[in-house]
């Protein structure tokens, strides 16, 4: 059964499509996050530089990249899988794109990319590379596309397994009797925390370490139970591909995912969930 954390076509029908997932996760956050610095807002203070043009690896909708326009003085280009994402960057960049570079929008994989003598002073991968396998593959690509004095900014989930959300989840696809396959949490942890540096030193030196953390604090029972649908973390390992789990086991899952959120703020009035994401700033 395909893996649809890492299988790029399950990530583009099912998570990053015209359902705005994304947007919905993304929404999630600045409501209820209670740090007063957005993720946004803490990405641009790293930048100190203007740069000759810029390559986002998986740019998703571009919300945040797309603000980074006025630091460039020629172009950017913008790669996804998904369309339905492409779309809304589209709309995204043209808003933001006040110094009228120029903009190349591809729906490719960047792996499968040929990219010629192409290279980017600015190079961009916002959680990708823990949906990647090969991982010292897509590391190298990256070092060939950059230019030998560029930045590099690569993000990833910190490690945000051990919070309420995460453990009360994987309970219950052990309860209702979930493939053991879906237990595995190693799948989710390969590029993160200390392991995603030790990957990236080995192809590059200079590597800056930056953790930003938002942890939200939530009352509402309803957004949380949103949030938790929108997330890979539902039906992240195959998605509706997994012929071996019925509907009716989704369903009882999302019920009783919703049962143990009301049990738990009628105890405590508030679920936290950790937001924990791992910035690596890279100077070549």
């Given at each position: 059964?395909?893996?649809?954390?890492?299988?790029?076509?399950?990530?583009?029908?099912?998570?990053?499509?015209?359902?705005?997932?994304?947007?919905?996760?993304?929404?999630?956050?600045?409501?209820?996050?209670?740090?007063?610095?957005?993720?946004?807002?803490?990405?641009?203070?790293?930048?100190?530089?203007?740069?000759?043009?810029?390559?986002?690896?998986?740019?998703?909708?571009?919300?945040?990249?797309?603000?980074?326009?006025?630091?460039?003085?020629?172009?950017?280009?913008?790669?996804?899988?998904?369309?339905?994402?492409?779309?809304?960057?589209?709309?995204?960049?043209?808003?933001?794109?006040?110094?009228?570079?120029?903009?190349?929008?591809?729906?490719?994989?960047?792996?499968?990319?040929?990219?010629?003598?192409?290279?980017?002073?600015?190079?961009?991968?916002?959680?990708?590379?823990?949906?990647?396998?090969?991982?010292s593959c897509a590391?190298?690509k990256i070092n060939?596309?950059?230019?030998?004095?560029?930045?590099?900014?690569?993000?990833?989930?910190?490690?945000?397994?051990?919070?309420?959300?995460?453990?009360?989840?994987?309970?219950?696809?052990?309860?209702?009797?979930?493939?053991?396959?879906?237990?595995?949490?190693?799948?989710?942890?390969?590029?993160?925390?200390?392991?995603?540096?030790?990957?990236?030193?080995?192809?590059?030196?200079?590597?800056?370490?930056?953790?930003?953390?938002?942890?939200?604090?939530?009352?509402?029972?309803?957004?949380?139970?949103?949030?938790?649908?929108?997330?890979?973390?539902?039906?992240?390992?195959?998605?509706?591909?997994?012929?071996?789990?019925?509907?009716?086991?989704?369903?009882?899952?999302?019920?009783?995912?919703?049962?143990?959120?009301?049990?738990?703020?009628?105890?405590?009035?508030?679920?936290?969930?950790?937001?924990?994401?791992?910035?690596?700033?890279?100077?070549?």
């Open positions: 059964m395909l893996n649809g954390y890492k299988n790029s076509t399950i990530l583009a029908q099912e998570f990053y499509n015209d359902k705005l997932k994304l947007q919905k996760r993304i929404d999630f956050w600045n409501e209820y996050g209670t740090n007063p610095t957005s993720y946004g807002e803490r990405l641009e203070s790293l930048i100190s530089d203007s740069y000759e043009n810029m390559l986002d690896i998986g740019c998703g909708n571009a919300q945040y990249s797309s603000r980074w326009l006025k630091y460039l003085k020629k172009s950017a280009t913008f790669m996804d899988i998904s369309q339905d994402l492409l779309n809304v960057a589209s709309k995204n960049i043209l808003e933001f794109n006040k110094n009228n570079v120029k903009i190349n929008i591809k729906k490719e994989n960047f792996l499968d990319e040929n990219f010629g003598s192409e290279k980017y002073d600015l190079v961009i991968a916002m959680h990708v590379l823990q949906h990647i396998d090969n991982i590391l190298e060939m596309l950059s230019e030998p004095n560029g930045t590099i900014f690569i993000t990833t989930y910190d490690n945000t397994l051990d919070d309420w959300l995460n453990t009360t989840h994987y309970q219950l696809l052990t309860d209702l009797k979930f493939p053991l396959r879906m237990l595995n949490k190693d799948q989710y942890l390969s590029f993160s925390g200390e392991n995603a540096i030790q990957e990236t030193r080995k192809v590059f030196k200079n590597i800056e370490e930056i953790k930003f953390h938002n942890d939200a604090i939530v009352t509402d029972c309803k957004k949380l139970l949103e949030y938790y649908e929108s997330s890979m973390m539902f039906r992240m390992s195959e998605g509706r591909r997994s012929k071996d789990v019925s509907n009716q086991q989704w369903y009882k899952l999302k019920q009783q995912m919703y049962t143990k959120i009301k049990d738990e703020m009628s105890r405590n009035g508030y679920i936290l969930v950790k937001g924990r994401v791992q910035i690596l700033k890279i100077k070549k």
